[in-house]
Protein backbone atom coordinates (compact mmCIF):
# COMPACT_ATOMS: atom_id res chain seq x y z
CA UNK A 1 0.00 0.00 0.00
CA UNK A 2 1.50 3.42 -1.00
CA UNK A 3 2.20 5.70 2.21
CA UNK A 4 0.30 9.03 1.79
CA UNK A 5 2.43 12.17 1.81
CA UNK A 6 3.05 14.12 5.08
CA UNK A 7 1.15 17.16 3.65
CA UNK A 8 -1.75 14.55 2.64
CA UNK A 9 -1.80 13.10 6.52
CA UNK A 10 -1.59 16.34 7.90
CA UNK A 11 -4.50 18.44 5.69
CA UNK A 12 -6.52 15.34 6.37
CA UNK A 13 -5.89 15.82 10.09
CA UNK A 14 -7.05 19.48 9.92
CA UNK A 15 -10.23 19.03 8.18
CA UNK A 16 -11.42 16.26 10.63
CA UNK A 17 -10.79 18.48 13.64
CA UNK A 18 -12.42 21.62 12.04
CA UNK A 19 -15.47 19.36 11.39
CA UNK A 20 -15.76 17.96 14.77
CA UNK A 21 -15.22 21.74 15.89
CA UNK A 22 -17.95 23.02 13.40
CA UNK A 23 -20.35 20.06 14.93
CA UNK A 24 -20.87 21.53 18.32
CA UNK A 25 -21.81 25.27 19.31
CA UNK A 26 -22.30 27.54 22.74
CA UNK A 27 -25.79 28.40 23.49
CA UNK A 28 -26.22 31.29 25.57
CA UNK A 29 -29.97 33.01 27.01
CA UNK A 30 -30.33 36.58 28.61
CA UNK A 31 -32.51 36.19 31.64
CA UNK A 32 -34.61 38.47 32.87
CA UNK A 33 -37.69 39.30 35.71
CA UNK A 34 -41.01 40.65 33.74
CA UNK A 35 -39.77 44.36 34.35
CA UNK A 36 -36.63 43.79 32.61
CA UNK A 37 -34.20 43.38 35.46
CA UNK A 38 -31.13 40.72 34.99
CA UNK A 39 -31.47 37.90 36.92
CA UNK A 40 -28.58 35.74 38.85
CA UNK A 41 -29.15 32.38 39.85
CA UNK A 42 -31.25 31.33 36.74
CA UNK A 43 -31.26 28.51 34.85
CA UNK A 44 -31.19 27.24 31.38
CA UNK A 45 -31.09 23.52 30.05
CA UNK A 46 -31.40 22.47 26.79
CA UNK A 47 -33.01 18.72 25.80
CA UNK A 48 -31.98 17.35 22.77
CA UNK A 49 -34.85 15.48 20.69
CA UNK A 50 -32.60 13.10 19.80
CA UNK A 51 -29.52 11.29 20.39
CA UNK A 52 -27.63 9.47 23.20
CA UNK A 53 -26.45 12.17 26.32
CA UNK A 54 -23.38 11.59 27.82
CA UNK A 55 -23.21 10.01 31.50
CA UNK A 56 -23.72 12.30 34.57
CA UNK A 57 -21.15 13.33 36.88
CA UNK A 58 -20.55 14.19 40.59
CA UNK A 59 -21.82 17.63 42.11
CA UNK A 60 -20.30 19.25 45.51
CA UNK A 61 -23.06 21.36 47.96
CA UNK A 62 -21.10 22.96 50.46
CA UNK A 63 -22.05 24.33 54.08
CA UNK A 64 -20.06 27.17 54.83
CA UNK A 65 -21.00 30.01 57.47
CA UNK A 66 -24.23 28.14 58.25
CA UNK A 67 -25.44 28.60 54.57
CA UNK A 68 -25.71 26.11 51.20
CA UNK A 69 -23.19 27.26 48.89
CA UNK A 70 -24.25 27.51 46.03
CA UNK A 71 -27.83 28.65 46.77
CA UNK A 72 -28.43 27.37 43.44
CA UNK A 73 -27.36 23.70 41.81
CA UNK A 74 -28.43 22.25 38.54
CA UNK A 75 -27.50 18.81 37.85
CA UNK A 76 -27.44 15.81 35.52
CA UNK A 77 -30.53 13.07 36.56
CA UNK A 78 -28.30 10.20 38.46
CA UNK A 79 -25.91 12.57 39.50
CA UNK A 80 -23.92 11.55 43.07
CA UNK A 81 -23.45 14.62 45.03
CA UNK A 82 -21.52 14.99 48.31
CA UNK A 83 -22.56 17.51 51.03
CA UNK A 84 -19.37 18.52 52.30
CA UNK A 85 -19.58 20.47 56.19
CA UNK A 86 -17.34 23.06 55.83
CA UNK A 87 -18.06 24.42 59.60
CA UNK A 88 -16.80 23.60 62.65
CA UNK A 89 -20.54 22.60 64.03
CA UNK A 90 -22.42 19.65 62.92
CA UNK A 91 -25.29 20.01 60.21
CA UNK A 92 -28.26 17.67 59.56
CA UNK A 93 -28.97 18.11 55.65
CA UNK A 94 -32.79 16.74 54.76
CA UNK A 95 -35.67 16.92 51.70
CA UNK A 96 -38.84 16.35 51.55
CA UNK A 97 -39.00 16.41 47.90
CA UNK A 98 -40.62 13.87 45.78
CA UNK A 99 -37.70 13.72 43.14
CA UNK A 100 -35.29 12.74 45.94
CA UNK A 101 -36.33 12.10 49.48
CA UNK A 102 -33.33 11.88 51.79
CA UNK A 103 -32.05 12.41 55.66
CA UNK A 104 -28.27 12.80 56.50
CA UNK A 105 -28.27 13.43 60.31
CA UNK A 106 -25.80 15.16 62.29
CA UNK A 107 -22.53 15.20 60.96
CA UNK A 108 -19.01 16.98 60.05
CA UNK A 109 -16.67 16.70 57.57
CA UNK A 110 -17.82 14.56 54.67
CA UNK A 111 -20.66 12.04 54.45
CA UNK A 112 -19.68 8.38 53.99
CA UNK A 113 -21.65 8.13 50.59
CA UNK A 114 -23.11 10.23 48.32
CA UNK A 115 -26.85 11.18 47.62
CA UNK A 116 -27.53 9.79 43.87
CA UNK A 117 -30.28 12.24 42.38
CA UNK A 118 -32.19 9.57 40.18
CA UNK A 119 -35.56 11.64 39.25
CA UNK A 120 -35.58 14.63 37.44
CA UNK A 121 -37.15 17.65 39.38
CA UNK A 122 -37.04 20.52 41.95
CA UNK A 123 -35.27 18.97 45.29
CA UNK A 124 -35.38 21.95 48.13
CA UNK A 125 -32.64 21.16 51.03
CA UNK A 126 -32.74 22.33 54.52
CA UNK A 127 -31.23 21.64 57.50
CA UNK A 128 -33.05 20.49 60.55
CA UNK A 129 -30.28 22.39 63.20
CA UNK A 130 -30.61 25.94 61.47
CA UNK A 131 -34.09 26.57 60.19
CA UNK A 132 -32.73 29.73 57.58
CA UNK A 133 -30.60 27.40 55.59
CA UNK A 134 -31.95 26.55 51.95
CA UNK A 135 -31.05 25.50 48.53
CA UNK A 136 -32.45 24.18 45.42
CA UNK A 137 -31.19 21.45 43.41
CA UNK A 138 -32.73 21.23 39.85
CA UNK A 139 -32.68 17.87 38.52
CA UNK A 140 -32.56 17.36 34.84
CA UNK A 141 -32.30 14.96 31.90
CA UNK A 142 -29.63 16.92 29.87
CA UNK A 143 -26.32 17.19 30.65
CA UNK A 144 -26.42 20.58 28.35
CA UNK A 145 -27.27 23.40 31.18
CA UNK A 146 -25.96 26.93 32.47
CA UNK A 147 -27.22 29.19 35.44
CA UNK A 148 -26.93 33.09 34.94
CA UNK A 149 -24.98 35.50 36.32
CA UNK A 150 -26.12 39.30 35.64
CA UNK A 151 -28.67 37.94 33.47
CA UNK A 152 -26.35 35.98 31.05
CA UNK A 153 -26.15 32.10 31.04
CA UNK A 154 -24.41 30.43 28.46
CA UNK A 155 -23.96 26.20 27.57
CA UNK A 156 -20.87 25.80 25.77
CA UNK A 157 -19.92 23.01 23.18
CA UNK A 158 -23.71 21.64 22.52
CA UNK A 159 -24.18 19.16 19.56
CA UNK A 160 -25.67 21.11 16.74
CA UNK A 161 -29.54 19.45 16.35
CA UNK A 162 -32.57 20.55 17.68
CA UNK A 163 -33.35 21.30 21.31
CA UNK A 164 -35.84 21.94 23.30
CA UNK A 165 -34.67 25.06 25.53
CA UNK A 166 -36.64 25.53 29.40
CA UNK A 167 -36.04 28.23 31.92
CA UNK A 168 -36.26 28.44 35.52
CA UNK A 169 -35.68 30.48 38.81
CA UNK A 170 -36.17 29.64 42.15
CA UNK A 171 -38.97 32.26 42.32
CA UNK A 172 -40.94 31.23 39.06
CA UNK A 173 -44.34 31.08 38.48
CA UNK A 174 -45.82 28.88 36.52
CA UNK A 175 -44.66 26.20 33.90
CA UNK A 176 -40.83 26.70 32.57
CA UNK A 177 -40.71 28.64 29.52
CA UNK A 178 -40.00 26.65 26.80
CA UNK A 179 -38.31 27.38 23.37
CA UNK A 180 -37.47 25.13 20.83
CA UNK A 181 -34.41 25.97 18.43
CA UNK A 182 -32.29 24.03 15.75
CA UNK A 183 -28.75 24.92 17.38
CA UNK A 184 -26.21 25.50 14.61
CA UNK A 185 -23.05 27.42 14.79
CA UNK A 186 -24.45 30.82 14.09
CA UNK A 187 -27.41 30.26 16.65
CA UNK A 188 -28.75 33.64 17.73
CA UNK A 189 -28.75 34.24 21.61
CA UNK A 190 -32.44 33.36 23.63
CA UNK A 191 -34.23 35.78 26.09
CA UNK A 192 -36.09 34.51 28.24
CA UNK A 193 -38.87 37.22 30.35
CA UNK A 194 -39.90 34.76 33.36
CA UNK A 195 -42.73 35.82 35.88
CA UNK A 196 -41.37 35.70 39.34
CA UNK A 197 -43.13 35.31 42.76
CA UNK A 198 -41.69 38.18 44.88
CA UNK A 199 -42.51 36.46 48.20
CA UNK A 200 -40.34 33.63 47.90
CA UNK A 201 -37.85 32.86 50.22
CA UNK A 202 -33.89 32.04 49.92
CA UNK A 203 -34.04 33.66 46.03
CA UNK A 204 -32.05 36.33 44.85
Not at 24 to 40: C, E, F, P
Not at 52 to 67: F, S
Request: charged share 15%; glycine share 6%; with cysteine.
Amino acid sequence: MAKCPDWQYLAGLTLGLLSCAASAANLSAQLTDMNGALLDDAVIFATPLKGTLPKARGAIVDQVNKEFVPLVSVIQTGTAVTFPNKDNIRHHVYSFSAPKVFDLKLYSGVPASPVVFDKPGLVVLGCNIHDWMLAYVLVVDTPYFAKSGKGAARIENVPNGEYEVRAWHPRLQGVFPVQKINLTDAAAPLSFRLPLNQNAAGAH
